[in-house]
């Protein structure tokens, strides 16, 4: 990845922890930019950031067995501050000749933390005693040489330590986790009082960078960009559009399976606010005639998945010479984290802006590096709305996995009309951005149910609203219950056919947030 020469930057090596993206979360926060490597990248590819400081992550094994991650030589040789957090401590006091052993128990929660040293830059400002959050079963019982104890809880007597003068430093707690609450000032610290650094990394600093790395990376030639009504496309775009303006065009396919007025909005904002050169396919009926009759939900999405790419492309080649694809991809579609798979990625299915292999166009791709909240920073910053900027993520193949069971024109219309209803009440009742993701679900089932003087049969809505950090776990979210009663209400009175409102209260896992 290129580097802007004057940016100040950390790396994180991870061991395997589950909270190592929270570090990388933690080190932006503080405004400087960081990258998470495999604990066993490539050194040069680590050292190409020239960190300032690297950050060691937790992990589940233990230093002294065989074939347990170890610490890489060019970290000590930058000469640069280090701290080791957890086993990222443990591989410090081993690999510079302390003792690490088995605690006689695993230590897994709460605790509190006494600082017996407050005159380490380290716990500048910090309070004599704090709680912390503690998951080891290793703890250090010998110091490595010319390190001193910086504080300690009731069952490790070395919580945290110190080499001043080398500038390492070692944490057998976790500053990342919430359950550390003056973590986030440990880890600023670090950052500003060990580092040295100045936390200038901002949004509208990163635009700055972002596009004068697009101009270098597109000279004069052309841009093709597609919109899908989501954030990350919206973001993308109007950074390459900043960057290039006329030498960006958008396409938009209109797939008939968006949520309600969502064509019209994407065409205005994008045409009318940001002035950009849009290409709006209406191909609703192109989708709809190929999904009639379709029941399974992965034939649907592979259906659409498909026709998506024929129509854009075919949408493309009218545009003549086009020599750059620009794609929101952002950091958790490509961060290379050792406690999780590669292939664990959440837009593995993510259909919008794939092209055939004949189509040769090289990948713009401005957002790689930030994460979901600093993409939505930067598109206010861009001057995006908030309905953009903050919109829940939507699925690719759109409403086609929300309709169980057949998609019928008829059946796009009940959902839509069902699914802005509850997006309406959430929003006025403040409960919108307090969900990750909230939709309505149409069953392929009917219900009884009576309609003035008679009996009639009516189709049943499914309504899920759930709160998640990651999309990979989820829970249903506690909305209140007049919120409940008013979407019922409204979903029963207005959308014609519909007799029978269901609120979904399955987490995930085992649910999926999605019925199909
Ligand atoms: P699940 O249903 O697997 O969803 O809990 C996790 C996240 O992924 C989204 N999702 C999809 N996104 N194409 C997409 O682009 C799909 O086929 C698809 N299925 C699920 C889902 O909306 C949620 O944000």
């Not at 003087?453 to 499914?462: L, M, P, Q, S, W």
Request: one cysteine or more; glycine letters at 8%.
């Amino acid at each position: 990845m290129q580097q802007a020469a004057s940016r100040e930057a950390v790396a994180i090596l991870d061991f395997g922890s589950q909270y190592s993206q929270l570090i990388a979360r933690r080190v932006r926060e503080a405004k400087v930019y960081c990258e998470l490597f495999r604990w066993d990248a490539p050194a040069q590819r680590v050292l190409a950031l020239r960190p300032r400081g690297f950050i060691l992550s937790g992990g589940p094994a233990s230093v002294y067995e065989k074939g347990a991650p170890t610490l890489p030589d060019y970290v000590l040789r930058q000469g640069v501050p280090v701290l080791g957090i957890c086993y990222g401590m443990q591989l410090l006091a081993h690999a510079l000749g302390g003792r690490v052993a088995p605690a006689s128990e695993r230590e897994y929660g709460p605790a509190e933390l006494a600082v017996t040293d407050l005159s380490s830059p380290l716990f500048t400002g910090l309070p004599f005693s704090m709680p912390v959050w503690m998951s080891h079963g290793d703890r250090i019982e010998a110091l490595p040489p010319g390190f001193v104890v910086l504080a300690a809880t009731a069952n490790s007597p070395i919580a945290a330590m110190g080499h001043s003068q080398r500038r390492l430093y070692g944490l057998q707690f976790h500053p990342e986790v919430v359950h550390t609450p003056q973590g986030q000032q440990i880890i600023r610290n670090f950052l500003f009082n060990v580092c040295g650094l100045h936390g200038t990394w901002t949004a509208s600093s990163f635009i700055e960078e972002a596009v004068t790395r697009i101009r270098a990376q597109v000279g004069d030639r052309r841009v093709v960009c597609g919109l899908s009504g989501g954030v990350d496309s919206a973001v993308t775009a109007a950074l390459v559009h900043r960057a290039v303006g006329d030498q960006l065009t958008c396409i938009f396919v209109d797939t008939g399976l968006l949520r309600q007025g969502e064509p019209q909005q994407v065409v205005d904002t994008f045409r009318r606010e940001q002035g950009i050169t849009l290409v709006a396919v209406d191909a609703a009926q192109e989708f709809l005639a190929a999904l009639a009759g379709v029941i399974d939900p992965e034939q649907k999405r592979r259906i659409i998945g498909e026709k998506f790419v024929r129509v854009f492309e075919r949408e493309a080649r009218k545009l003549g010479q086009i020599d750059f694809l620009a794609q929101g991809t952002i950091y958790p579609d490509v961060i290379e984290s050792a406690g999780r798979p590669h292939a664990q990625r959440i837009k593995t299915h993510h259909n919008v802006g794939g092209l055939p292999e004949d189509i040769r166009l090289e990948l713009v791709e401005p957002l790689r590096e930030l994460f979901k909240d600093e993409v939505r920073a930067v598109g206010e910053a861009l001057g995006l709305p908030e309905e953009i900027v903050w919109r829940h993520p939507f699925p690719g193949p759109g409403l086609a996995v929300r309709i169980v069971g057949e998609v019928t024109p008829e059946r796009v219309r009940t959902l839509q009309a069902a699914d802005a209803i509850v997006l309406e009440e959430l929003r006025a009742a403040g409960w919108y951005r307090r969900t990750a993701q909230a939709f309505a679900v149409l069953l392929p089932v009917r219900s009884v149910g009576v309609m003035g003087d008679g009996r009639a049969y009516g189709h049943v809505v499914a309504v899920r609203a759930v709160t998640t950090d990651d999309f990979m776990t989820a829970s249903w979210a506690r909305l209140p219950y007049e919120v409940l009663a008013r979407i019922s209400t409204r979903i029963v009175n207005e959308v014609a056919g519909v007799s029978r409102v269901v609120y979904d209260v399955s987490d995930k896992p085992p649910a999926t947030i999605e019925w199909e």
